[in-house]
């Protein structure tokens, strides 16, 4: 598709339940970052994935949070026994390959998907 | 010390008045700058990219400051539809990108 497609859009779950939210990236882009904005927040970094490198988690919250990518292409974020605190919009986006320098190609400008909002109960 | 941080605002400015955020970074080896703009219950999208030399799209105008570590977004001639959060975004080398919490923009009539 011609844009990051995120799904589902919506979820309400109950708390102790498994989640797992799904994120296409455009296709050719190597990088595919998940962040999380609770409501009125900012975006708080998730996790990373750049090509063929370990992933950056660096900003999983828990062990109950995870992410797998397959290759360079789909990637989907896995929420366990999910607590009210994870309820948020969780945002997919992807890049081509990072550069070093001030953005002079299209290189590390994001594109983001519309987002998974999950309310847990 | 949060590695971005922005003044999360909101700024109430009437339409046509001129408005300057600035966002503030901690790590000095950072070399890759943005501005992002979110409107509400929306996803973000990149307003521009910001370049060392200074540049300027339309109305915006983006600086970098690397002695002071900030970037600033100066927004001439507001409009309403100027109204959103300003995020922006940092990065080093091929690290990730990191967002600060973004700025509030009021524009009213």
């Known amino acids: 598709g011609a844009g990051v497609s995120q799904s589902p859009s919506n979820k309400v779950t109950e708390k102790g339940k498994d989640v797992e939210l799904r994120c296409d990236p455009i296709?050719?882009?190597?990088?595919l970052y998940w962040y999380r904005q609770r409501l009125g927040q900012g975006l708080e970094f998730l996790i990373y994935f750049q090509g063929n490198s370990a992933p950056d988690k660096s900003g999983l919250p828990s062990d109950r949070f995870s992410a797998e990518r397959t290759g360079e292409s789909v990637s989907t974020l896995t929420i366990q026994r999910t607590q009210q605190e994870d309820s948020a919009v969780y945002l997919c986006?992807?890049?081509?390959?990072?550069?070093?320098?001030?953005?002079?190609?299209?290189?590390?400008?994001?594109?983001f998907g519309a987002g998974s909002r999950l309310t847990v109960l | 010390r949060k590695e971005v941080e922005q003044d999360p605002g909101p700024f109430n400015v009437p339409e046509g008045a001129t408005v300057a955020f600035n966002c503030t970074y901690s790590?000095?080896?950072?070399?890759?700058f943005f501005w992002y703009r979110q409107d509400c219950r929306k996803e973000p999208k990149l307003l521009m990219s910001?370049?060392?030399s200074g540049n300027e799209d339309g109305r915006f105008t983006a600086q970098l400051n690397r002695a002071s570590q900030y970037i600033s977004l100066l927004i001439r001639d507001s409009k309403l539809s100027d109204s959103a959060t300003y995020l922006c975004a940092v990065r080093k080398g091929f690290q990730k990108l990191v967002f600060g919490t973004g700025t509030r923009l009021l524009v009213s009539p």
């Open positions: 910001v370049y060392s």
């Open positions: 986006a992807s890049s081509h390959a990072t550069q070093t320098g001030t953005g002079a190609s299209g290189a590390n400008v994001l594109t």
């Open positions: 790590n000095s080896a950072s070399q890759s």
């Open positions: 296709s050719g882009h190597t990088a």
